[in-house]
Structure formats: C-alpha cells, structure tokens
C-alpha cells in the first residue's frame, strides 16, 4: 500500500511540474498595416500574401505557435490571390483568424519567440522599417539568439534594426532582399520611388553585404548569415522558414 502511495504522489508531481514548465517558444511573423502608396496603377503596399501564407504554414505544420505583429495591431490586408498552399494554410490553419487580431508592439514580450519572420509586398518598407518598437523587439529577439528571415521586401524591414552595440543587425553580413535592378525596372510603386527607400541600397547602407542577381548563381537562392535568413523573391519564403527552423534545432 505505501508502495502505491509512493508511485500515486510521484505522478501527481511529475504532473505539476510539467504544467508549470515554461511554454515552448514561438514565431513572430510581422506585418504592415500600409494599404495605399499612392501609386496612380493602382499598386498598393499591402503584405504579399504568397511572402507571409507558405511560411506561416511551414512553421504551423512543424508544431510551431505563430503571432502576427504590425505596428497598429488588428487586421491586416494582403495582396496576390490565395492559391496552393496559401489557401490551404487559410481554410485549415487559422491563418486569416492570425492575421485579423495581429498584436501591437506594445502587447509583445520578445523572450516568447525564438524567430521573426517578415514578408514583402510594399507595406513594411513604410510602417515596420521606422517603427522603433519593432525595431527594438527584432532586435531583442535576435540578441537573445533568435532567428531573423525575410522575404522579397521584408529584409527592408529589419535592414534599419540596430543592436545594444549601436551597429546594425545587418552590418557585415549577407542579406538578400529584392534587388535594386529590378525595382527600377517595374511599373510598380513607379520604378520605386514611391518607396521611402530601396531594399538592396538601404541594406548596403546600413553595412550588409547585399547579394543580388549577380552575386548569386540562382536568384531564388536562400542566404544565411548569422542566424539572418533570407531571399529577394517570393517562391523562395517557405524555404526561408524551413531554414529557420532548421538553425534553431542546432
């Protein structure tokens, strides 16, 4: 009988320390709140669905919790049609449930996250690239050995991110984000300069060591780089969050 006894109350233990065990970590996935550049074709600056939906789903199906953050919290908008996988993470995964309450600055704590991850389209280049709580919290997150990616225009969104050191997050290190050459090449956002500024330029800038199309063998290729994850167009942005996490189980 106090053999039972014994066993009965080390279960109960085993229980209670395994409900207050810390919760497992998650990824931040920041979005912009931007819908309207000004651009007379009618071009706006909403998130890139095909940027945020594939990674969102690569993360979820790999049993990671997501949050969405943008600079005024609530809804976010998106560009590009849901097809493939982007209409598959919306139907089954909770992701428009997600992107519809992301969370203001103010509502992050930074040592819940073991990554961030950041899209493109337009939209973040405006309200995410000069948002200093962000900043702050990418920041926070990548000192405390957390993971940074993005896609297309989403390294623009951390290019700007400055460390305790007063460096920046980019400096000395390979990042891919869309490239100068064919921003100015597109109709879109009028050749660019509806931008506040160009991903590639903004990056070289601040100290990074942007690749582009003609340092890299293939234009879809993932680059990393001190735990900074990253490619300049969109089919590559799952990839990016399979690397993520990948780094983060080393």
Not at 11 to 40: E, F, W
Not at 153 to 176: M, Q, R, Y
Not at 207 to 222: F, S
Request: proline share 5%.
């Amino acid at each position: 009988m106090k053999y039972l006894i014994s066993i009965f109350f080390t279960i109960i233990l085993c229980i209670s320390v395994s409900s207050n065990a810390a919760p497992a970590k998650k990824v931040l996935i920041i979005t912009s709140n931007m819908i309207d550049m000004g651009d007379p074709e009618k071009h706006d600056a909403r998130n890139n669905l095909w940027e945020v939906a594939p990674p969102y789903h690569i993360f979820v199906s790999h049993g990671f919790e997501v949050d969405f953050a943008s600079p005024e919290g609530g809804k976010v908008e998106f560009m590009m049609d849901p097809l493939g996988i982007s209409s598959y993470t919306i139907k089954y995964e909770g992701f428009m449930d997600k992107a519809n309450n992301s969370f203001n600055p103010k509502q992050i704590e930074p040592s819940n996250y073991w990554g961030v991850y950041i899209g493109g389209g337009y939209g973040p280049l405006f309200d995410v690239a000069n948002n200093k709580e962000l900043q702050s919290i990418i920041a926070k997150i990548y000192e405390s050995g957390g993971i940074i990616g993005g896609g297309g225009h989403g390294a623009g969104a951390f290019s700007n991110v400055v460390l305790s050191t007063g460096e920046f997050l980019v400096k000395g290190k390979k990042v891919a984000g869309f490239p100068d050459s064919t921003e100015n090449s597109k109709s879109w956002a009028k050749q660019g300069t509806l931008l506040p500024f160009l991903v590639e330029s903004q990056l070289n800038k601040n100290g990074a060591i942007a690749q582009n199309k003609q340092t890299l063998k293939d234009k879809h290729e993932v680059v990393i780089d001190q735990r900074i994850v990253s490619t300049m167009f969109l089919p590559s942005a799952a990839l990016v969050a399979k690397e993520m996490i990948i780094l983060n189980k080393q």
